[in-house]
């Protein structure tokens, strides 16, 4: 199964680009990246996933290196309403790590 | 649709009693999921189902029981509650197809029942 690294928390400003880095560098060929995101004490939110090509839709861009063995989350306009912990998963088996708890600030 | 919805919100047991957390799903997802969530933790899995009749245990399954005998419904049953067991439950559902490997995919996440075991 493949491991994830995340920092533990970032910072972002409001109206900026924030970006999410995951490090996942065991991955196997056939397993994809999926992000999700938990809003303080609900339950968590599906985001993004992605294989191997690049993926953009409403919420988020999700970037993955040729090698597979990182990507990063991308929220094109940070809101106060994106402070939340972000989950990068690199496996199939359902395993959701800490992730990293981004405070987005005025 | 109301998506994934759990009952109760919050729930208080005596060490030893038993319980059911419930879960349903209104979008005809065929699998479905439960886990648990220490505070300042991630989400652990503890049972998931992919399809009636199949269950299958994650990576905490130790004190928890499950059936899925609908499609809608898959609850989780506490044994003899511990207060080991005191964290916010998560139940979850997904498209999927069962011919596959399991896959994370696009999962639909419950509010969470808050359980305090004394």
């Known amino acids: 199964d493949a491991k994830t690294t995340q920092p533990t928390s970032m910072d972002c400003a409001e109206g900026r680009a924030a970006n999410l880095p995951c490090n996942h560098s065991t991955i196997s060929g056939n397993e994809y990246v999926y992000w999700y995101r938990q809003i303080h004490s609900q339950g968590p939110q599906y985001i993004i996933h992605?294989?191997?090509n690049n993926e953009t839709n409403e919420m988020a861009s999700l970037i993955i290196t040729e090698d597979r063995k990182s990507s990063t989350l991308i929220l094109p306009h940070a809101t106060l309403r994106d402070t939340a912990v972000y989950y990068c998963?690199?496996?199939?088996?359902?395993?959701f790590g800490t992730g990293t708890r981004l405070q987005v600030f005025p | 649709n109301a998506g994934v919805t759990q009952t109760p919100k919050f729930q208080v047991l005596k060490t030893g009693q038993s319980m059911t957390l419930q879960c349903a799903q209104d979008?005809?997802?065929?699998?479905m999921s439960w886990y648990r969530q220490d505070p300042g933790m991630g989400l652990r899995l503890i049972h998931y189902?992919?399809?009636?009749?199949?269950?299958d245990q994650g990576e905490v399954p130790n004190g928890y029981n499950v059936s899925r005998s609908t499609t809608e419904d898959f609850p989780l049953r506490l044994l003899s509650a511990a207060p080991s067991q005191t964290s916010v439950y998560f139940c979850?559902?997904?498209?999927?197809?069962?011919?596959?490997?399991?896959?994370?995919?696009?999962?639909?996440f419950g509010p969470g029942t808050r359980l305090t075991v004394t």
């Open positions: 979850a559902s997904w498209e999927g197809d069962a011919r596959l490997p399991v896959k994370t995919y696009e999962q639909y």
């Open positions: 189902s992919v399809g009636a009749g199949i269950t």
């Open positions: 998963i690199a496996t199939d088996k359902l395993i």
């Open positions: 979008m005809n997802h065929e699998y």
């Open positions: 992605g294989l191997k």
